[in-house]
């Protein structure tokens, strides 16, 4: 039974279903508290629904329950990203690859960020110059 409320959530996160995913996932996580993947998903869907806050708490649980799990580091380089922290975004990034250099998502979205890293820094020093 608790298997079929995670591929229910995952089912109705496939459609776009969110908040039917969120209940779903939910009810997966109080039946399996140390399910790093479920957390993930939860995560997911909650970035989906714009709520950042919620999916960073889901991802860092993630990755408290199972330091491995690649796709939680993936997911928190991609919201430190957004949030325009380079920095940060390279480091989760970076933890993702360690754990899986074979991986190509996070290997991909490391050397994007680092090259937007780098370019931004060098952006930034180009206007301080021109004052």
Same mark, same amino acid.
């Given at each position: 039974?608790? @298997?079929?409320? =995670? !591929?229910? *959530? #995952?089912?109705?996160?496939? &459609? ?12 997966h996580l109080e ?9 993930? @998903?939860? *995560?997911?869907?909650?970035? &989906? *629904?714009?709520?950042?806050? &919620? $999916? ?5 649980? $993630?990755? /408290? %329950?199972?330091?491995?799990? +690649? ?7 991609? +919201?430190?990203?957004?949030? *325009?922290?380079? /920095?940060? $975004? +390279?480091? =989760? =990034?970076?933890?993702?690859?360690? +754990? ?5 998502t996070p290997a991909?979205? #490391?050397?994007?960020?680092?090259? !937007?890293?780098?370019?931004?820094? @060098?952006? %930034? &020093?180009?206007?301080?110059? @021109?004052?």
């Amino acid at each position: 039974m608790t @298997k079929g409320y =995670y !591929q229910e *959530g #995952l089912d109705h996160l496939d &459609k776009g279903n969110l908040k039917e995913a969120e209940e779903a996932l939910q009810k997966h996580l109080e039946l399996n508290p140390e399910d790093a993947m479920g957390y993930n @998903k939860l *995560g997911v869907v909650y970035a &989906k *629904g714009r709520a950042v806050t &919620k $999916a960073k708490e889901c991802f860092l649980k $993630a990755v /408290e %329950i199972d330091e491995n799990c +690649i796709h939680a580091w993936n997911n928190l380089g991609n +919201i430190a990203r957004q949030e *325009g922290d380079l /920095e940060q $975004a +390279i480091r =989760y =990034y970076r933890k993702a690859v360690e +754990i899986d250099p074979h991986h190509p998502t996070p290997a991909k979205n #490391l050397r994007t960020v680092e090259r !937007q890293a780098k370019w931004s820094f @060098k952006s %930034i &020093k180009e206007l301080f110059r @021109k004052e």
